[in-house]
């Protein structure tokens, strides 16, 4: 079965609902964090996972609806509404509503993030998009970076619990640790599990699961690399 192909001139319609999904997105991430069970609510704020596959998703959503210079840039506008709408909830909710009209105040420390939705949404978009892709290795990038993005939320916290006990073995850790790696243990089967549902062709499969794990640790790297900036700026984490 062949992906449809992108439309040249697609509807202001659909690249308005593409968009839309940032906003959504960042407005419901406290709302779901609230919600969810244990774990799912994590995802969308304690981790980067539920964002970036939610632009994934909406990559593969839009490749055959929107012409294909329009769904990296639905990418960058949905993350980057994502950010924008999150700092606001986030914001109403701590300060008030009336603190909104300060935008300076409370979206200027977000400048970061800002930023790396503008990287982030493009590339996670196209390569949502390639999972429907005719040729198969298009179809396990996408697809090995849709539980990949799960895989990299996953190590973050185990590698630097094992880099921390490697480098101070004589410190004692406040708490067990089996709680994060029980969490770490669930965001990877997310991870596999949504890629056994999406992954649709013949053969995608078992390819698509063993992709997970180059596509993760490039994608570790890339998160590592922007909370550990991101914590020097002063920032914090989101969330």
């Not at 924008?84 to 979206?107: R, S």
């Amino acid at each position: 079965m062949k992906t449809a192909p992108s439309t040249g001139s697609p509807s202001p319609l659909v690249f308005l609902l593409a968009a839309l999904a940032g906003p959504a997105l960042g407005g419901l991430s406290l709302l779901v964090t609230a919600l969810l069970p244990w774990g799912f609510g994590g995802l969308f704020v304690d981790a980067a996972a539920g964002w970036c596959a939610v632009a994934l998703l909406l990559g593969l959503w839009a490749s055959t609806r929107l012409a294909p210079w329009q769904v990296p840039v639905s990418g960058a506008v949905a993350l980057l509404s994502a950010v924008v709408c999150y700092y606001g909830v986030a914001t109403a909710l701590t300060e008030g509503p009336g603190a909104l009209l300060d935008p300076v105040a409370w979206l200027l420390p977000a400048w970061l993030w800002l930023l790396a939705a503008c990287a982030a949404g493009p590339l996670l978009t196209t390569a949502g998009a390639w999972i429907g892709h005719e040729r198969r290795p298009r179809r396990l990038v996408g697809l090995g970076l849709l539980g990949g993005v799960f895989l990299a939320d996953a190590l973050l916290p185990v590698l630097d619990w094992a880099h921390f006990r490697i480098t101070s073995p004589e410190l004692t850790l406040p708490g067990s640790p089996v709680p994060m790696f029980v969490q770490s243990a669930f965001y990877v089967l997310v991870g596999v599990a949504l890629v056994l549902v999406v992954a649709r062709r013949p053969g995608d499969r078992p390819r698509a699961l063993v992709a997970m794990v180059p596509a993760g640790l490039v994608w570790y790297v890339g998160v590592w690399g922007a909370q550990k900036t991101i914590f020097l700026a002063g920032m914090g984490y989101l969330g």
